[in-house]
């Protein structure tokens, strides 16, 4: 039916050291995940995209690579890694890793080297730059996890640039051995029987300019982004990384790109791009207020929402594929995001679920959503151990945030919401671990937990597996999968509306995104009802001429209509 292996896929996303830990020593690891592969089997996915395992100091949770041939011991071994990949390939699951390339960490034998001398052989593999006579930064560019993108090296008298954490230098894409070899590394992993790759932040790998931008912040810095990302020339480098790599293996590719330009994002996936797929934030970055005032919470509304979500598939039609999800180890949990506090419940979660599910592209769940999981607020910032947090945390500080105002936005925006434990039973440490987890629990696994929603066959749990199975087998497959996409009550303030349709065969989905009763009229004759999230309803008084119904609070439903 369809063109690629992976136009039917659904991907679970790992987060390592959160998901399971084997040894006890309050980590996650891959003997953790092999564990698991029979749970997400039984969920009924088809790839997996683990966050990195490569070796690192993780000083960002492995985005912080000091050498790509092998795994972090907090991890495992490559004996378990390939293990994994064995296992997982028996239960018909495929291995995606996380491709960070970006840069690296500093503790990389190439930065160690790059570091030593202006004439040492790896220095060009970095961004290095003499400071401006003033002896400040060579350029006023803020890295994204705050501060200046610019360290100084006494060594050598040179800054070298960042555009994450100082422990991250970027690699210099401009150096042809550099780049020979990353794409070394690509293949050795690729030879190993990967899916695919996630490859992270590579909207960033092309610098321009050089120059000082406008200021954004309290703080005197310009965003790196205007410097730094999607630069004249980027697709170049890409493509010659596809051609190096990705284009002589089977695989699937998915790119981190952040970036408001539509065609820009076009160009970046598809056949003719460099990936197969791209991530686009315009949905989940809706609460995000750009420039200076980045710690504000942004005002959206349902129509927003939905204009974003439609942009999105328009932006992949045809031939293109769009990414689905809601979350990932960046992001927030979507409960918190989407709803009121007092309106998350099973109907609600559900309701989000089949939102994203239902349209068209590749869905990514990740680790937790598919249990209902929600974020955590720590009182004390003490217990945040992401660096992002702790930069954001000072900065907002600086800018004369007081205390309490910060702590919301660190409750609203960290991405420790998401990586806190994965709760698979009320046990002790959520059955994650037997000893302290590296990050602590979110208190609500008591309730919310692995074990409690498998007994139960109404929870969150089942209706991920009911939609999964929806794409995968079930005879609606190819209408979800690759049927067109055609928004319906663009201007409603309560609905999400949409049609999917495929050689003259429509289905309908109409949620219900507000905890109140609301109206649906639509001039479509109900043929089947395919899902709810009501299931002890009695939907005959649906089976009318038209669509005429009192949808109950975050009531979703699945019609084949003609
Ligand atoms: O650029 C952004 C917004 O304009 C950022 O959100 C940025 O692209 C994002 O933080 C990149 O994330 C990825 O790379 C980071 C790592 O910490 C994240 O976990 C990863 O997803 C550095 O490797
Ligand atoms: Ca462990």
Known sequence: MTEKWWHDSVIYQIYPKSFNDSNNDGIGDLRGIIEKLDYLN?????????????SSPMKDNGYDIDDYYAIAEQFGSMEDMEELIAEADKRGIGIMMDLVINHSSDQHRWFKESRKSKDNPKRDYYIWKEPKADGSPPTN??????????????QTEQYYLHTFAEEQPDLNWENKELRQELYQLVNWWLDKGLAGFRVDAISYIKKSGFKDQEVNGPDGLSSIFEASANQPGILNLLDELKAETFSNY???????????????????????GPFDLVFDFRHVDLDLSEGSEWFKARDWDLIELKERLNEIQKTYAGKRRATLFWENHDQP??????????????????????????????????????????????????DYQDLATHGLYQEALKA???????MEVVWRRSRDNSRTPMQWSDAENAGFSEAEPWLKLNPNYQQINVEENLKDDN??????????????????????????????????PNLIAYLREKEGERLLLAANFKNKEVEINLDYQVEEIIL??????DYRALKAKRL??????????????K
């Open 42 to 54: 039984r969920l009924g996915i088809d790839l997996i995209w683990l966050s990195p395992v490569f």
């Open 141 to 154: 560019w803020r890295s994204i996890f705050g501060g200046s993108a610019w360290t100084y090296d006494q």
């Open 250 to 272: 089977q695989i699937v590719t998915v790119a981190e790109l952040y970036t408001e330009d539509n065609k820009r994002m076009q160009e970046f996936a598809g056949d003719a």
């Open 333 to 382: 949990r979507s409960l918190n995001k989407y709803l009121n506090e007092t309106e998350i419940n099973e109907r609600s979660i559900k309701m989000l679920a089949a939102v994203f599910m239902l349209q068209r592209g590749i869905p990514f769940i990740y680790q937790g959503q598919e249990i209902g999981m929600s974020n955590v607020k720590f009182e004390n910032i003490d």
């Open 400 to 406: 004369g945030y007081d205390k309490e105002e910060v």
């Open 459 to 492: 929870s969150v749990f089942y209706f991920y597996k009911e939609l999964i199975k929806l794409r995968k087998n079930s005879p609606y497959q190819e209408i979800i999968v690759d049927g067109k996409y055609q928004p319906l009550l663009k201007s409603d």
């Open 532 to 537: 709810s999230n009501y299931p002890e309803f």
């Open 548 to 561: 005429d119904y009192q949808l109950s609070p975050f009531e979703t439903i699945l019609l084949k209509v």
